[in-house]
């Protein structure tokens, strides 16, 4: 993937750090999911059916939380991002999908934090460097 995720956002008008979790995975979840469905789309032409349905396999709160476990695993964030992760991770939310556990629904949050929050901070180089790595777990699960 060679191109910019270069949204029209402007990091003068807020700091991500004073944001809730929540809030910040608000975004997250939207900058994940457009992530995933550009790399579906560049990766091969198919039916609109058949990327709805690849999406929603890496969307999910069980495979978001696959991908920050191999980040946390790999050592690859830094001080920062793993304190975004632990308010994402601590955030008190009002339900649970009914097909993520409780434990992978905190931490597919964190992710999403994680990913807002460095959207929002206009780190979208970073971004996609942690895409990346997460989408190596995606290749694995659909092994």
């Known amino acids: 993937m060679t191109s910019n995720l270069n949204l029209s956002t402007d990091a003068k008008r807020c700091d991500p750090a004073l944001l809730s979790p929540l809030a910040l995975a608000f975004v997250g979840d939207t900058v994940f999911d457009l992530l995933v469905r550009e790399m579906l789309v560049t990766e091969a032409n198919r039916p609109v059916g058949k990327l709805h349905a690849l999406s929603a396999q890496r969307v999910c ?12 695993e790999s050592g690859a964030l830094t001080d920062e991002e793993v304190a975004v992760f632990k308010r994402g991770r601590n955030a008190h939310t009002s339900r649970t999908p009914k097909n993520a556990t409780e434990a992978s629904y905190h931490l597919a949050t964190a992710c999403e934090a ?30």
């Open 114 to 143: 994680l990913f807002g929050y460095l959207y929002l901070k206009g780190d979208t180089g970073r971004v996609r460097e942690l895409f990346s790595l997460i989408c190596e777990c995606f290749d694995k699960r659909t092994e």
């Open 61 to 72: 709160a069980g495979a978001q939380a696959d991908g920050i476990r191999v980040l946390l």
